[in-house]
């Protein structure tokens, strides 16, 4: 099982970080292979949805031989089918004609809107206050657990095409969450006894300098709270560019993460790891091996995406990886319902397999999965999967978490649906009218 791990590499380590964007990519000698309509696509996709990678991306992961099919490359490059074709050509046409940016970036803005940037009420419902001040850099869903975006990491290493959090990076109108004050997340966490785990994330918190980082983690090791247990970071630094955790640059940072532990707290690197070939470089599982050094604890998670890991052996190969190396299976996530959903959508009933069939294979130490996960408004529903009760074909669904926590644990019944991709697609089973959940979460989104 290692097919998928094996990738033709470009020399060695790369001795600085270099970033390619739309404006700069057609200096990546690779790409001389794509055809120009291919490029031209690169340019009018870009336009819209992020575009940012990497020469560690580029040179150590992507199997150039295998493009325009292979995974990493789409995971970073921009694709034709990733815009509805109206959206395309109303993009190309501007962009043949020579328009002035002003009339692009106006039709951009209005595709931009077009795609749910804000899914599973983030903006409306999460974001909670402290002494009546909203706090636009904190989410707050489920009672243990707290979301901080710390205002200097809202970026990538380099952009999966796919990322949800793109408008952060795109600097939509009033539609970026960012905070400086470490002092308010701390003030934020004493007055909420119930939140034991702070998540950092973002974009990517590890983009962030050091120095940066250090003063949000060390004002939360100094404030002692006693409710504090766990801080998490989100970051897919290991895949994109896993020299920020060795040589110099390493040290500091693993410096910081040691200071955690040292505190008597729990660190977990939540690693964004979309295929097993990510792990495949020396790079890579030095970085694992150092994060793990210093006592945190690596855990891995990813979305489902058709076109980069839809099938069970790249689910199986990673999960086994992943334990191999020491990082612990965490989550497979269903494609959320924003941006190219329906490039990268996986009916749920599909992603069931998909899971089910690489869990099967796996020895009971990757079992730590859980998945295919909806993180969806009323929580996070897992697809338990297809069941048989008395006449009807359902099926059957778990709230990993649920914005009531006591939903959390209650399997519940949908009408089977081979083709439904998400929760709202979905109808109760057994001729009821709503799901179990349905009114209580009304209520709550009723209040202010
Ligand atoms: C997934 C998620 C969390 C963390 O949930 P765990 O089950 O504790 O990993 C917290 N907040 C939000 C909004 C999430 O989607
Ligand atoms: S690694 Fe995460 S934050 Fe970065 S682009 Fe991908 S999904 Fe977005």
Known sequence: MTALLTRPRIGGAPDAYRAYSAHNYWQIPQVERLSEEQRFAIDVVAKVLPFKTNNYVVDQLIDWDAVPDDPIFILNFPQADMLDPADFDAVARLLRAGAPSSQVDEVVDRIRHSLNPHPAGQLEHNVPTLEGVRLQGIQHKYPETVLFFPSNGQTCHAYCTFCFRWPQFVGMDGMKFAMREAELLVAYLREHPEASN??????????????RLALYIDALIEAKLPNLTTIRIGSKAMSYWPYRFLGEEGEELLALFRRVTDAGLHLALMAHINHPAELSTAAAREALERIRETGAQVRAQSPLMKNINDSSDAWAEMWAEEVRLGAIPYYMFVARDTGAKHYFEVPLVRAWEIF???YKRVPGLARTVRGPSMSAGPG?????????VGNERVLALNFLQGRNPDWVGRPFFAQYDEQATWLDELRPAFGEEKFFFEDELAGMFAQP
């Open 356 to 358: 089910q069939d690489a």
């Open 198 to 211: 702070v998540l950092f994330t973002g974009g990517d918190p590890l983009v962030m300098r050091t120095d």
């Open 380 to 388: 996070k529903v897992c697809v338990l999967g297809p069941a048989q």
